[in-house]
C-alpha cells in the first residue's frame, strides 16, 4: 500500500512557473513507475508525465512537452513536477500516481493502469 500527498498547487498568473511535490508513505517509491495527470472541470483525467521506477526514462503529454519537467528522489520519497511557461488551459487539478514497473511504457499514459492515487492538488492559471 502506497499513500501518495500532493502539494505545491495555487494560484499563478500566465508564464509562471509551480513546482508540485508527491510524498508517498507506505512503501519505497523506488518500486514504482510514477505519473502526474490532471483533471480539469467537465473534462477526462489527462495525462501529463510519467518516470520510470530509477528515473532512467520520462514520458511527456504532448500539451506539455518542453514546459514541463518531472524528477523524483527516491532518497526522499518524492516526486516532482516543475511546471513552466504556464498556460490558463493548465488549470486542473494535478494527481500524483504510482503503477508497478510490470506496466509497459506504452501504457504510462492510461489512468487505469496505476494503482495509488493522491487528492489531487489545484492549479490555477490566470490570464
Known amino acids: 500500500q502506497v499513500m501518495l500527498v500532493e502539494s505545491g498547487g495555487g494560484l499563478v498568473q500566465a508564464g509562471g512557473s509551480l513546482r508540485l511535490s508527491c510524498a508517498a508513505s507506505?512503501?519505497?517509491?523506488?518500486?514504482?513507475?510514477m505519473g502526474w495527470f490532471r483533471q480539469a472541470p467537465g473534462k477526462e483525467r489527462e495525462f501529463v508525465s510519467a518516470?520510470?521506477?530509477?528515473?532512467?526514462?520520462?514520458d511527456y503529454g504532448d500539451s506539455v512537452k518542453g514546459r514541463f519537467t518531472i524528477s523524483r528522489d527516491n532518497a526522499k520519497n518524492m516526486v516532482y513536477l516543475q511546471m513552466n511557461s504556464l498556460k490558463p488551459e493548465d488549470t486542473a487539478v494535478y494527481y500524483c500516481?504510482?503503477?508497478?514497473?510490470?506496466?509497459?511504457?506504452?501504457?504510462?499514459?492510461?489512468?487505469?493502469?496505476?494503482?495509488?492515487w493522491g487528492q489531487g492538488t489545484q492549479v490555477t492559471v490566470s490570464s
Open positions: 500516481a504510482a503503477t508497478t514497473p510490470r506496466v509497459n511504457v506504452d501504457h504510462w499514459r492510461k489512468a487505469s493502469q496505476y494503482d495509488y
Open positions: 518516470i520510470s521506477e530509477l528515473g532512467a526514462r520520462t
Open positions: 507506505g512503501r519505497t517509491l523506488r518500486s514504482y513507475v
